[in-house]
């Protein structure tokens, strides 16, 4: 199947701001999703967005979707050490019954 | 607090062993999925059941066979453990349909399992 695009690699200094990218193929899905993945641990829910939304924030993270292009972002403001993970980005995937796609994970390090 | 507890967080397994990995989800939920994750490959999909004794391959299949006789658990088989099967082993449970909104995914810590 096509694949949801993440760039892999991502270094921000402690204070700044964060963007993680992704490009999505289903231009029907329903919802979109952030993942974080700290080291040694799970994929944990950080937020997600319906697709009649165009932004959604919550506390420092901001998503934006832009459905012409198939594009999501996540903003993290005042990035943090804590924030250094693994990101995930997936799509819901319409042919399915709640099947979702993920992106390969864009390793985010946070340094001082 | 709702969960999905898999039964280790890391296993040793000799080459040729019957490795079994268990899964159990407490939410009621009728989707269940098995994926492993190795470093610039991201998820990839192994099995999934979205009903008891229900199963569909996903991305990855061969060298695994999955079980689901309970709603609340599914296991995954490694019939004959090789060292390519080396990697972290995750699970993860969904209620059905779509518009589900915040509930996603809910992946467990995941299995470290170490083929040698």
Known sequence: GEDVEQSLFLSVREGDSSVINCTYTDSSSTYL?????????????LTYIFSNMDMKQDQRLTVLLNKKDKHLSLRIADTQTGDSAIYFCAESLTDSWGKLQFGAGTQVVVTP | DVKVTQSSRYLVKRTGEKVFLECVQDMDHENMFWYRQDPGLGLRLIYFSYDVKMKEKGDIPEGYSV???????????????STNQTSMYLCASSPTGTGYGNYGYTFGSGTRLTVV
């Not at chain 1, 999703?33 to 829910?45: D, F, N, S, T, V």
């Not at chain 2, 079980?67 to 453990?81: P, Q, T, V, W, Y």
């Open chain 2, 67 to 81: 079980s689901r006789e309970k709603k609340e658990r599914f296991s995954l088989i490694l019939e004959s453990a």
């Open chain 1, 33 to 45: 999703y952030w993942y974080k993945q700290e080291p040694g641990a799970g994929l944990q829910l």
